[in-house]
């Protein structure tokens, strides 16, 4: 019997722990990955402990969603190891980025092509063990995506914050050509959101941070102007310029974040919120109607948008941001770094250094 190690969840609030399970020998369309890369994201922290908070002492629990112990990990570029009989098209040895957002397959949300969305989801690292490990197993070969000439590090990741940045412009519609698009919030994701709407929108977009030096990493990044939303005289600056915002995107997801998105916002603007930070939103109702505002989510992105990203980033357009590889059983430093605000750039795990 061969085995494989994981970096687990045991209880949640405590530390990752090493495990063993012996390695699964894939039946029918599954694949074995074997993982060259895994991203450690901002989720990752809310999955340890077990909760996401809403605001006031308002917590959303999320330890029924998973069997202990449970290994993390969604943003896993790897080679493929193995594969079973009915995998068609999974070569062996082939370099690939996978898709985590794994749907049920049956439901209304997976059949329109939104797994991201299921119910039922099948979600790896977040309902189904993920890279945080040697080896990863894949229930059928399209969600393996080819990711040459990009590098593991650079593809991993982009499953997860450059995904959701995607699908958060996409989602804006057709109201991103209506003016300069706003950014809010210039994190990760936010950054991955600004390099993709460089290539995606007419103009270079507005942003806005609370952070001056966000800003100014921004600004170098292309944003066409960088405003700091605690600031006053922000919101008229803004207004003036534009007459009202007609698309942005929140990539913070706070009453603050979305207090100034919405006030921004022209008649018929639409805001499309992606953060998790959490807090209390309130606004008048009727502000719905008068000002014909459209306020929607999005969680993660389709296969089909993971794919268009990709290709994007295949063509040369995106540029990568600074990358710290550390050793799987590293795996909780990386945590904790990342916890307290100590990373410049992305983590990733390499399980095979
Ligand atoms: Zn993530
Ligand atoms: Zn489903």
Redesign the pocket.
């Known amino acids: 019997m061969t085995q494989f190690h994981r970096q687990s969840l045991v209880a949640y609030g405590q530390p990752l722990r090493e495990t063993l399970a012996e390695l699964p020998k894939p039946h029918g369309t599954e694949v074995l990955v074997r993982v060259e890369c895994c991203?450690v994201?901002h989720?990752d922290l809310h999955l340890q402990d077990g909760y996401f908070a809403l605001g006031g002492d308002k917590r959303l629990d999320i330890t029924k969603d998973r069997a202990l112990p449970f290994t993390l990990g969604?943003?896993i570029a790897g080679v493929i190891e193995a594969a079973g009989p009915d995998a068609t098209g999974a070569a062996i040895g082939h370099r690939i980025a996978v898709y985590p957002w794994i749907g049920c397959g049956n439901c209304a949300a997976c059949r329109a092509g939104e797994e991201n969305l299921c119910g039922s989801h099948r979600h790896l690292g977040i309902a189904v063990d993920g890279g945080y490990a040697t080896h990863v197993l894949v229930p059928h070969p399209r969600y393996l995506i080819d990711y040459a000439p990009l590098s593991p590090d650079f593809a991993g990741p982009l499953m997860?914050?450059g995904l959701t940045a995607f699908s958060a412009l996409r989602h804006l519609g057709d109201r991103a050509a209506r003016g300069p698009v706003l950014l809010i919030g210039m994190g990760g994701v936010g950054m991955m959101g600004l390099a993709i709407a460089r290539t995606l929108l007419h103009e270079p977009p507005l942003v806005a941070d609370i952070d001056a030096a966000k800003r100014e990493a921004a600004l170098a990044a292309g944003a066409a102007k960088a405003f700091d939303p605690s600031d006053p005289q922000a919101r008229r600056e803004i207004l003036k310029a534009t007459g009202g915002i007609m698309a942005a995107c929140d990539f913070v997801g706070s009453d603050k974040s979305l207090q100034f998105a919405t006030g921004l916002l022209g008649r018929g603007g639409k805001v499309v919120v992606t953060g998790l930070l959490g807090g209390s939103f309130s606004m008048p109702a009727a502000m719905i109607p008068i000002k014909a505002m459209t306020i929607e989510g999005t969680l993660t992105g389709t296969l089909a948008e993971a794919r268009e990203l990709i290709d994007l980033a295949r063509s040369g357009k995106l540029h990568t941001i600074p990358t710290h590889e550390r050793r799987l059983d590293e795996a909780q430093a990386a945590l904790d770094d990342l916890r307290a605000g100590r990373i410049v750039g992305r983590s990733v795990l390499a399980p095979q250094a």
Do not use: I, L, V
Request: net charge negative.
């Open positions: 991203g994201c989720s969604h943003e997860c914050s």
